[in-house]
Structure formats: C-alpha cells, structure tokens
C-alpha cells in the first residue's frame, strides 16, 4: 500500500470480504465540501502519532473538523490513541463508521468520548452517510495547538522584512516568539501557515473532483505528485500583517544578544 490507503468496494470474491473503505472515503469528502467548500480539506493528515483520514481547515478563523473512518474490515486497535493525538487540535471529531462495525463497536468495550461525533454509512439506504449523533466542540482557548506545527522554514522567513532579520539565528528567532510575541498572534500565525501548506493540495483535489474524476480526488499525494514537505506552491507568510513594530528584532539584537557580547 502506498502513503494513502487503497481498498475497494465492499464485494465478496472468492469467499473473501473486500473493505468499503473507497465508498465511505467518498460520502466523507462529498459531506465535508458540502459543510464548507472553502475550507481546506485533505485526506491523511499526520497528528502525532495518528494519521487523520479526513482533516477539514476554515480559512478565516482557526476551526478544525478530524474524520476518522472505520469501514467495514477495519477494527478499533488504534481508535483510542487516534482520538486523543486528534484531540490535541481539532476543534470537532467525527466517527463515520460502517454500520456493522458500528454495532461492534457499540457490542465491545471501548469508550468512545461523548464530544466524538458519529455518522453511520450504510450502503443499502439512498442517503449512505447520515448523522447519528454532532460533535460538541472543543475549545482551545490556552492551548495555542498549532505553534508546534511551525517548521524550521516556517520560523527563519516568519520576520522577512523586519530591520536585523538575517542577523538572527533560527534559535534566536525561535527564542524571540516564544518569549514576546503573544501565543494567540502566534498560533493564529501558525494556523494560517498550516492552511496554506494544503491549499494547493486541496485546490487540486476539489478541481479533479467538481471535473467527475473522483478517484484522483481521493487519491495519495504521491498519486497526485504532490510532495508535502515541498512548499514551492505556497506563499510565503510572515508577521507582516500582524501589528508588530519592524523594529523589534533590532531592538532584540542590540539589548539581548548584543549585551551577551559585552
């Protein structure tokens, strides 16, 4: 299998159950574009250690929706451990889980969190996907979930145009933000830069889907030649377009580290 998983229809050959997981991937990306067409929204996002099946970005406010899904031969080894990596920055976390194996699921003895939303795939009514239960929302306020996703690239270009910004070292820069610059400038910062990694991913995805080429739409990164660590495809961000005095590295530089020298 490569990066993105890849089954097909539930169907039996040769006595043998093939997984539905294509199906629901489908009725997921459909439901997801439908809540927010917007939003950027990619398939296999990495949370610590979990790998998120469908991640669903706003673009004007920090507010994330995580679908895990479980279709008909997957099990529930890994359930608890994803939903806490999920919980650390979504904002809503849904189930959408193949009937059967939801009532296993509902037969075993494991605890799914109340905040976890549930949708129920059923291939054998008109509407396959439907809503069983909302997610509560999940509040972030002293959190600031993001900051950590802020990348080596991330951090050295985040003062491009500041007066002293090439005298600065990652670390020094590094230090500065954790130490002055507020949490909620910076998360916001790193949420935006998080979505705008994927907007050219997401850009694709809707466009090979709104063509009818939906297996493309659901298709691995790879499948796409799309490398995600390569950000020749997005725009450099940077606190520009925060209310931060230019001036501030400068005034960092000479009092902090040039007083170090002394």
């Avoid at 994803?82 to 296993?104: F, G, H, P, V």
């Avoid at 969190?113 to 439907?130: A, E, R, S, V, W």
């Avoid at 080596?152 to 130490?179: C, P």
């Amino acid at each position: 299998l490569s990066y993105h998983k890849k089954r097909l229809s539930k169907k039996i050959t040769s006595n043998t159950f093939v997984s539905n997981e294509e199906d629901l991937k489908m009725e997921v990306y459909k439901m997801l574009l439908k809540q927010d067409k917007e939003a950027i929204i990619i398939p296999e996002y990495s949370i610590n250690n979990s790998r998120a099946d469908y991640v669903s970005f706003k673009k004007d406010t920090i507010d994330t929706t995580i679908i895990e899904i479980k279709s008909s031969l997957d099990n529930f080894s890994r359930l608890e451990k994803q939903i806490k990596d999920y919980y650390t920055i979504a904002n809503k976390i849904y189930l959408a889980i193949d009937i059967d194996l939801y009532n296993k699921l509902k037969k075993s003895k494991i605890v799914v969190p109340n905040y976890i939303g549930i949708f129920i795939f059923d291939n054998n009514k008109k509407q396959k996907l439907y809503k069983l239960n909302e997610a509560i929302y999940i509040k972030h306020d002293n959190d600031f979930q993001f900051i950590k996703s802020l990348s080596y690239t991330d951090i050295v270009e985040a003062f491009n145009g500041f007066k002293f910004s090439s005298k600065l070292s990652f670390d020094d820069k590094k230090k500065y933000m954790n130490n002055f610059i507020d949490k909620n400038i910076l998360n916001n910062f790193a949420y935006k830069i998080v979505c705008n990694r994927y907007l050219f991913e997401s850009d694709r995805r809707k466009s090979l889907y709104y063509k009818g080429d939906f297996k493309l739409a659901l298709a691995s990164s790879k499948d796409l030649s799309i490398n995600r660590f390569n950000h020749n495809n997005t725009t450099k961000l940077n606190f520009s377009d925060y209310d931060i005095n230019k001036n501030v590295l400068f005034d960092y530089y000479t009092n902090e580290i040039g007083r170090a020298h002394v």
